[in-house]
């Protein structure tokens, strides 16, 4: 087969399995949100934030100390993707022939086109990462003034927090998720064979990250209802 009829072809199914496996998982998040990390993660975060926000003056600090690891968690992978970003842009505008600068290791398509097309898919990718984090650096910020409200603000004001906290690591996710999808459109650049290669196993690599067991489950289900006791006891210990 033609190096470009390679191109054409396996590029495409690499990209769309990757785009099925996140329809997927968008799915599973909204309709079964206990069978992904993801959504499980955003309900243990929920908890969190109400069973801090009971007693703020308790409280307050590990919740601040603990938004703010997640806060330069964020800042050093967004410094991360906005220097790759400015490292690629520098390569591309100085190099006058890029595809004669990389190694082709198994069917690179020569095409000054086609490679202005690998290049700015992965300068994407990294900028997309660094817009992600950046924003949750935004919301854990927010986040970091409204766990430290007492519960007796009302119900709306803790539903907001916890909404902030999960919206900052949402976006955490997708600048990481970015990151991982840089990884095969990197590869690209080596060829189409590489590239496909590496998204069939990250895709298997993502199930296992973002789906849980039923052990898990169970688990989580297990602290919940210890967590939700030990509040109603503190609750009638102070009444």
Known sequence: MEEQGLDSVLVPLGLSLLGIYHLWLIFQILRHPRRTTIGLNAESRRQWVLSLMSDPLKNGVLAVQTIRNNIMASTLLATTAITLSSLIGVFVSSSSDPGKSVARLVYGNKSSLLWSVKYFSILVC??????????????????????????????????????????????????????YVSFPLFLWIFGPIPMLVCCFLMVFVLYFLDTTTNFTRELHSRSNREAKTEDLEAVNSRI
């Open 126 to 179: 990294f900028l997309v990462a660094f817009l992600c984090n950046v924003q949750s650096i935004r919301y854990y910020a927010h986040a970091s003034f409204l766990t430290t409200l007492p519960t007796a603000v009302g119900k709306e004001s803790l539903d907001y927090a916890a909404r902030s906290l999960n919206r900052g690591s949402y976006f955490w996710s997708l600048g990481l998720r970015a990151f």
